[in-house]
């Protein structure tokens, strides 16, 4: 309890004085983030003293708002307070003391998602956390990132309202909010009612954690917004309505349709990524298939799968923060990747793709690989099997293209702009497989070092290699398709997505 | 079927009717009013699945008597005031917009946005 109090409080604070003494902004964020990591350390000792824990925050007896500390919580907390660390040394005071108080919200309502295992109070963070967020989208008040941001708000203002209806049958049937005694109360057998409101709400958090169909916002969103955004959005704000997921998968028996909905959003956020050609725009559809992995994570049902799925959650959000991170210090993310020699980044920002994108390959000595092979492990289907190598070879395509253009063929800009902070980001992000090697310890580590994992994951990337090279005249002829991911489109998909939602867990 | 249900139902209706409007509709603030349809038919729905006829107000606690369940009063308040402050920036987000565009029509904003983020170079 203590923990989230620490953590929290200690944002919000340094958001309000970095907004009232905007000259020390920079050392009130960096108070938040001792504040923060404090938080994080006393969740850990916490979960290592007496195991996962759920209790209820109040003296209100039932009537309490159920928080959690277990691994997920203690993973999501842990990236929240890394990327405040990577973020803040990119930044360095360069922002004004409006941007360091939402920067600093953002942070403290990310923070509390993770310690929440309440229904509504999932609602009321999750709402809190997207409003700050659009703030953010539209801080330099251009007019597409406005734009950007009406779309958002849009659109997860109609997915709360379908979470708040889900809530409103699930309150009805089980009569309590907190997910532990929700569970106890339901017991697994779940009725039409309760499966209509579990699904509402899936359809709810699947707008805010970017899941193909349900989440066409996030491209826009995630690609007009400033770098630091960027990052922030990709990296740990949409994890928000992933944790949501995890919370809520708990209620009822979701493993097919999560599995499904998995292979879907990874391989289509593939392609979208391939077909795409300003860096912003990759990475952000690169987004979306890596949320994939999550709920195929999610959807195994095992306490190991949803250990795979946070760790992932946890591995994604650095890497893809030191990608937007790296693209952005060398201001190239809205340029055209099919004429890359006019380019020219800084080695720093070559440095940060590079370490990046064998990441997000999942190369063996690199974060993803343990998450991947340890997701691998758990999976007992063929078809997801295959659905996995379909995403990891999309991955490997769409890297290896941004990186051919932006590494080998871009110039290399000797003469400034070269921020070494980016080099700290990718070194912590290199290093941050040792995590894996502490969370799992050293048995299951040497198991999923195993030969056949050691060759498929070397081979993906090699078969992608060679298909670009294949490929690589008629790609960026094929590059640059106009798929308008209007509002009305975005609607349209939301509400087809919802569909099949339906039809998948009425007909299994 | 109870009061309650029916009265529910019809909730759901309007939610339909604020969907429909979002998704036919070009103009801004017509979306935006649709929206906010949807957000108030959410609240009515709330209100009305957990309601039972015959429950007395939980606030005068003499023994022997239904009460009403307090709790989800206390949720509808707090959405309430989030759709406030959703509404409110969303208003703000598109009088920005009419000032750079001088138009409501979605589809022209969404085409000058395009046009505008591809010429801009960056």
């Known amino acids: 309890m203590i923990a989230l109090f620490v953590g929290v409080s200690s944002y919000l604070s340094a958001g309000i004085l970095s907004l009232i003494f905007s000259r020390y902004r920079f050392w009130f964020s960096l108070v938040g983030w001792v504040g923060g990591l404090i938080g994080t350390s006393l969740g850990i000792s916490s979960y290592l003293g007496s195991g996962p824990l759920v209790g209820k925050l109040g003296r209100w007896g039932i009537l309490g708002i159920e928080i959690i500390i277990d691994q997920t919580t203690l993973l999501f907390a842990g990236l929240v307070v890394v990327l405040n660390l990577f973020t803040l040394i990119y930044l360095r005071g360069t922002k004004k003391g409006v941007f360091y108080c939402l920067y600093n919200f953002l942070l403290a309502t990310t923070f509390s998602i993770a310690f929440s295992h309440d229904l509504f109070n999932l609602y009321v963070t999750i709402e809190f956390m997207s409003l700050v967020s659009i703030l953010l989208i539209g801080y330099e008040r251009k007019a597409y990132q406005i734009y950007a941001g009406a779309k958002y708000l849009i659109m997860s203002s109609l997915a709360m309202s379908l979470y708040l209806i889900g809530l409103g049958l699930v309150y009805r049937v089980g009569g309590s909010l907190g997910i532990g005694e929700l569970a106890r109360t339901l017991d697994g057998g779940a009725g039409s009612c309760i499966s209509l409101g579990i699904c509402l709400m899936l359809t709810g958090l699947a707008v805010k954690g970017g899941v193909f169909l349900f989440s066409m916002w996030l491209p826009d969103a995630h690609s007009y917004s400033d770098t630091v955004v960027s990052a922030l959005l990709s990296g740990m704000a949409i994890k928000s309505g992933l944790i949501g997921i995890i919370r809520v998968s708990g209620l009822v028996d979701l493993g097919q349709l999560l599995l499904i909905l998995g292979a879907l959003t990874g391989i289509a956020g593939a392609i979208f990524a391939l077909m795409s050609n300003r860096p912003k725009k990759i990475l952000a559809h690169s987004t979306i298939s890596q949320v994939g992995y999550i709920l195929l994570g999610i959807g195994t049902g095992t306490s190991a799968g949803i250990l795979a799925a946070s760790l992932h959650l946890f591995f994604h959000g650095l890497f893809k923060a030191l990608l937007f991170l790296s693209v952005g210090s060398a201001e190239v993310g809205r340029d055209n990747i099919d004429r890359a020699r006019d380019l020219s980044l800084p080695w720093t920002s070559k440095v940060g793709l590079f370490i990046g994108s064998v990441s997000i390959m999942a190369i063996p000595p690199f974060n993803k690989y343990f998450s991947k092979t340890l997701l691998v492990e758990q999976v007992n289907q063929e078809w997801v099997w295959f659905a996995m190598l379909a995403i990891g070879l999309g991955t490997a395509l769409y890297t290896l293209r941004l990186d051919w253009a932006l590494i080998v063929e871009a110039r290399t800009d000797r003469t400034g702009k070269s921020d070494l902070s980016i080099v700290a980001v990718a070194l912590a992000v290199g290093l941050s497989s040792f995590l894996a090697w502490v969370i799992l310890g050293s048995a299951e580590m040497a198991q999923l070092l195993n030969f056949h994992h050691l060759i498929a994951y070397i081979a993906i990337p090699l078969v992608g290699g060679l298909a670009l090279l294949g490929m690589r005249k008629r790609l960026s002829g094929l590059s640059a398709p106009y798929f308008p991911f209007s509002l009305e489109n975005s609607l349209v998909s939301l509400f087809t997505g919802f569909l099949v939602i339906e039809l998948v867990l009425f007909a299994l | ?122």
């Open chain 2, 1 to 122: 079927m109870s009061t309650g249900l029916l009265a529910s139902a019809i909730s759901v209706v309007i939610v339909c009717i604020g969907v429909l409007g979002l998704i036919l509709k070009r103009n801004l603030l017509m979306k935006l009013l649709s929206l906010n349809i949807v957000n108030t038919a959410t609240i009515l729905f709330f209100v009305l699945i957990v309601y039972n006829p015959g429950d007395r107000a939980p606030i005068d606690p003499t023994p022997g008597v239904q009460y009403a369940d307090p709790l989800p009063q206390a949720l509808v308040l707090t959405s309430i005031v989030i759709n406030f402050g959703v509404l409110a920036l969303s208003l703000l987000f598109t009088m920005v917009l009419v000032k750079r565009y001088h138009t409501l029509d979605l589809i022209k904003i969404e085409d000058f946005v395009r046009r505008e983020f591809e010429e801009e170079k960056s």
